[in-house]
T-cell receptor, first 113, second 111 residues
Framework: GEDVEQSLFLSVREGDSSVINCTYT??????LYWYKQEPGAGLQLLTY?????DMKQDQRLTVLLNKKDKHLSLRIADTQTGDSAIYFC?????????????FGTGTRLQVFP | ETGVTQTPRHLVMGMTNKKSLKCEQH?????MYWYKQSAKKPLELMFV???????ENNSVPSRFSPECPNSSHLFLHLHTLQPEDSALYLC??????????FGSGTRLTVV
């Protein structure tokens, strides 16, 4: 079946850039997503990218997609302590944006001063 | 407020109890989902409902029983659970927008 993999932890200094990586196996993915989960909360959609794009920028967030390698990354510029959270990569296992999402384990980002 | 409301936020239950989790959305979404979140594991999709009809049951044990009376409400009925069922249970909904809208989850502890 489809699989999404992420590293479990990332620690960065405040003001530096953070890069969170994700690999997926489903070659038919049409949309890939990044979600953020703060303590005690559900998942919040941060951004998404369509599979025919290789980059999307949204303020401090940059998403890079390498479809050949099935690799997705999320770069957070000027990381702040408020960015500390768990970040989930998700792959839409189907051709429609509302098809079921397959999530990774999440990467816990810790930002230290 | 995310638009998807889950109650209760926390639940402690014994292995012989019966309880229910509730999820409600008024976003006009037609699909609703239950996910299980355990530490260091990927989110596990449990059930999918589309227009009140169950379209996916991801090999979930029968001690978890979903119910979707209408497109706005989703329940997860629990009975004779095991300690390993302790987790955060997340409800989500989706419509024409991209991605899902999640609730804050119910933290379930089985003792």
């Amino acid at each position: 079946g489809e699989d999404v993999e992420q590293s479990l932890f990332l620690s960065v200094r405040e003001g530096d850039s953070s890069v969170i990586n994700c690999t997926y196996t489903d070659s038919s993915s049409t949309y890939l997503y990044w979600y953020k989960q703060e303590p005690g909360a559900g998942l919040q959609l941060l951004t998404y990218i369509f599979s025919n794009m290789d980059m999307k920028q949204d303020q401090r967030l940059t998403v890079l997609l390498n479809k050949k390698d099935k690799h997705l990354s999320l770069r957070i510029a000027d990381t702040q302590t408020g960015d500390s959270a768990i970040y989930f990569c998700a792959d839409s296992a189907g051709t429609y944006n509302t098809d079921k999402l397959i999530f990774g384990t999440g990467t816990r980002l810790q930002v230290f001063p | 407020e995310t638009g998807v409301t889950q109650t209760p936020r926390h639940l402690v239950m014994g292995m012989t109890n019966k309880k229910s989790l509730k999820c409600e959305q008024h976003l006009g979404h037609n699909a609703m989902y239950w996910y299980k979140q355990s530490a260091k594991k990927p989110l596990e999709l449990m059930f999918v409902y589309n227009f009140k009809e169950q379209t996916e049951n991801n090999s979930v044990p029968s001690r978890f029983s979903p119910e979707c009376p209408n497109s706005s409400h989703l329940f997860l009925h629990l009975h004779t659970l095991q300690p390993e069922d302790s987790a955060l249970y997340l409800c989500a909904s989706s419509g024409q927008d991209y991605g899902y809208t999640f609730g804050s989850g119910t933290r379930l502890t089985v003792v």
